[in-house]
């Protein structure tokens, strides 16, 4: 891949936190249809079930996007994408979250190792063998 297509890592993390918001969103319109399904009663705090729920609609939202579209509605926002999107697995996609999680708990460790990367990859793009590249620059 030619350098001028690799994003920017700015535009990573600028995706990332605008990817925060959709999440929200999607946990607060469950919350609410589980208290309406309920009664008005709400779910008690730590409640495995509805932990395990609200993990399943964060695993669907980051790999379905990846996986359909080569872009979450935060990179489409910053116009990044995966490149050759539509060569990636479920198993790419579940290895891509998983590493971007630990990258997110370590402060973005793995986004920040792009810059002494020879190869300008974080982490998420060596778990899934596919990286992230600036969609403008691409001409798409």
């Known amino acids: 891949m030619t350098e001028n297509l690799k994003s920017k890592l700015w535009k990573h993390i600028a995706a990332l936190i605008y990817d925060i918001f959709p999440i929200l969103g999607l946990f607060l319109v469950t919350s609410l249809i589980m208290v309406v399904i309920r009664g008005g009663d709400e779910v008690a705090p730590k409640t495995l079930w509805f932990q395990l729920m609200l993990l399943a609609e964060f695993y669907l939202y980051f790999?379905?996007?990846?996986?359909k579209g080569g872009q979450t509605l935060g990179m489409r926002a910053w116009k990044i994408g995966i490149e050759n999107y539509q060569q990636l697995t479920w198993i790419d996609v579940t290895l891509r979250l998983i590493t971007g999680l630990v990258s997110t708990v370590l402060l973005g460790l793995g986004l920040w190792s792009r810059i002494w990367d020879k190869q300008q990859q974080t982490w998420?793009?060596?778990?899934?063998?596919?990286?992230v590249i600036d969609l403008q620059a691409a001409g798409q």
């Open 63 to 67: 790999s379905y996007s990846w996986k």
């Open 124 to 131: 998420m793009d060596k778990a899934c063998g596919h990286s």
